[in-house]
């Protein structure tokens, strides 16, 4: 009979060393690695703050009903990642830019594929947004060189606060969206709207759990860019809307002060707001 060490059998004491000793020895390394660090800061977490079972009880509902809500439109566990922080934390480890570079933040859950491609100037708003503005800005390197062939994705909500993929048969396909690409001046602009402030869906266990810590679900207001060009960093990140009343407490944490765009009144013409935001790429480092 094989003799069996104490560490082998689980104890309150040696939980972690218990669960992360039955991990194969062929198991992939970084998974490994990312597996018993797993074990043991959720194992520390249960310790310090004493877990009952009740409570336990209570996340293992909470997380099946989150799985419950999610479909082919809705994602409720990246809703869930957002509203802790995570999705913020993971996008700002894996994007590190030297100073200057324009900055990441979430991507969001309402970007789509396959936007028409418009003409520089081209308006993107197409249900007759009245809070009209004109987006323009340069693309340039961190030496300063504008950048020619910058795709560039936009895309926002409506002035009642909803993206054309929430309300189908309501919005046109394709509203407040669309892809620009850059001359060799660097330059874009294109029409849309004012964009406004908006509550996350709440009507789920996301929701609810912001509900009961006193949290408020609203975002606030910005336009959507994917910003990319072959031999630079992809650049998906938002510009908001200076002086919005939730640029303090984004509800998934989005705001970074680099991002805060100026939209100012425009006097006469077709457009309402100006807002004028320039873009840095870094280059991808050398292999």
Known sequence: ??????????????SVEAVNGRMGKA??????????????????FIKDVGLTQEEWATAIDFLT??????????QEFILLSDVLGVSMLVDAINN????????????????????????????????????????????????????????IDVWSDNEDGFYDVQQPGTQPIHNNRGVFVTGPDGRYWFKGIKPVSYPIPDDGPVGQ?????????????????????????????????????????????GVKQSLIAPFEPVAGGDTKWLSTFDFVLNKVAAE
Do not use: W
């Not at 198991?27 to 520390?44: E, I, S």
């Not at 969001?108 to 003409?119: A, N, Q, R, S, T």
């Open 1 to 14: 009979m094989t003799a069996t060490a104490a560490n082998d059998y689980f104890t309150e004491s040696h």
């Open 209 to 253: 759990m912001l509900g009961k810590l006193g949290r408020h679900p609203f975002r606030p207001a910005h336009m959507h860019f994917i910003v990319s060009r072959e031999g630079f960093e992809t650049v998906v990140t938002h510009s908001f809307v200076a002086g919005d009343d939730y640029l303090q407490s984004d509800a998934v944490f």
């Open 96 to 151: 590190r830019r030297p100073s200057g570079a324009t900055e990441n933040t979430v991507l969001g859950p309402f970007h789509v594929e396959g936007v028409p491609k418009y003409p520089m100037g081209a308006n993107i708003s197409q249900d007759g947004g009245r809070e009209t503005c004109l987006f323009q800005g340069q693309v340039k390197d961190l030496d300063g060189i504008p950048l020619e062939g910058v795709r």
């Open 65 to 74: 009903r989150t799985g419950q809500i999610c479909d082919a439109n809705r």
């Open 27 to 44: 198991t992939d390394p970084r998974l490994a690695h990312v597996m018993a660090r797993l074990v043991a800061h959720l194992h520390a």
